[in-house]
């Protein structure tokens, strides 16, 4: 069975910075993708950032370029997403997503690419 576990969420101050991690179990997803998704209240779920394990290939939302960096560790089948100078607009329950098979860069940012997911996390950035 797969499961994806995301941890390191909390609540922060703006301008702070937190780091989520994701361990999957059940399979190796090193030949795929992972990514992070967030969704707020009243919002629907949007990407965040993904990384393509073959190539090293990373992409990022706009809103989140320059503060926020996602990266992995193959061998833990884990990947983290590295938060900083956060905004209140960053306030969300954040979830990590996996595809085993390969995709092309154009989707890593697409919900419909991932095959699993895991609970979600809560991330409030607030003063």
């Known amino acids: 069975q797969v499961q994806l576990v995301e941890s390191g969420g909390g609540t922060v101050q703006p301008g702070g910075s937190l780091r989520l991690s994701c361990a999957a179990s059940g399979r190796s997803f090193s030949s795929g993708c992972v990514a992070w998704f967030r969704q707020a209240p009243g919002k629907e779920r949007e990407p965040v950032a993904a990384l393509r394990w073959s190539g090293g290939n990373r992409v990022y939302a706009d809103s989140v370029k320059g503060r926020f960096t996602i990266s992995g560790d193959n061998a833990k089948n884990t990947v983290y997403l590295q938060m900083d100078n956060l905004k209140p607009e960053d306030t969300a329950v954040y979830y990590c997503?996996?595809?085993?098979?390969?995709?092309?860069?154009?989707?890593?940012?697409?919900?419909?690419?991932?095959?699993?997911w895991g609970q979600g996390t809560q991330v409030t950035v607030s003063s």
């Open positions: 997503a996996a595809r085993a098979g390969r995709i092309v860069l154009s989707a890593l940012l697409a919900s419909t690419s991932y095959d699993y």
